[in-house]
């Protein structure tokens, strides 16, 4: 289903679809151009975004683009990292709604920040996951290659990919503590909403394949 030669059939959306591709295309440069934050680290972040939304494509341009910025394999697999364990935190954080659900819970409202105080009964309920997950966590987010800042501004990109509420106001408060800015943040939520609607656009060339067929 993945070949790196069905990628060249992109262009083919600029003659089935113009504006709407072209209004992409436009958008899509803007938000990974050079702003508040350097083209570096811009595409850390979208490697980072494409290995959540599970674009093959998506992977393979822009670890090929970042490594053309100067990234190195470490600070691409500490950004890989980062994904990884805020694609894990999404659904172990959206487990106060399940435990919500299960103790037939009859608020009307499905998010509150407080329902977020629920999570340490998973310590209790599933006590050796629960205690590896957060070892994980925080280790995936600690300094090394990548700054705390960085990082931070990696996991509110990959946040918004995943949809988190919870999420996204846990890792908006540790971006800002580490000394981001809103245009930094802003900016960094630009490129999570380029890959993610990229990546809707790079799997149009299987469904090229697919009609064609």
Avoid at 10 to 26: H, I, N
Avoid at 36 to 49: F, S, T, W, Y
Avoid at 174 to 182: D, F, I, L, N, P
């Amino acid at each position: 289903m993945y070949n790196k030669s069905y990628f060249s059939r992109l262009g083919e959306f600029k003659e089935l679809a113009p504006a709407a591709f072209e209004a992409f295309m436009a958008f899509d440069q803007q938000a990974l151009r050079e702003g508040q934050l350097d083209g570096k680290l811009k595409e850390l972040i979208a490697v980072a975004v494409a290995h959540t939304t599970g674009c093959p494509y998506c992977i393979e341009l822009h670890v090929n683009q970042v490594k053309q910025k100067g990234a190195t394999k470490g600070e691409m697999a500490e950004a890989v990292m980062v994904a990884t364990a805020l694609k894990a935190g999404s659904a172990i954080a959206h487990s106060v709604n399940a435990l919500n659900a299960y103790d037939d819970f009859t608020e009307d409202s499905l998010y509150e920040s407080s329902y977020f105080k629920r999570l340490p009964e998973l310590k209790e309920l599933s006590p050796g996951a629960f205690k590896t997950f957060i070892e994980f966590d925080q280790e995936a987010l600690k300094p090394g290659a990548l700054t705390k800042k960085e990082k931070e501004l990696i996991a509110i990109a990959v946040a918004h990919t995943t949809g988190c509420p919870y999420c996204i106001e846990l890792h908006t408060g540790g971006v800002k503590k580490a000394g981001a800015s809103k245009e930094e943040v802003a900016e960094a939520v630009m490129v999570a909403t380029a890959l993610k609607a990229g990546s809707a656009l790079a799997h149009g060339v299987n469904a090229l394949n697919a009609y064609d067929s």
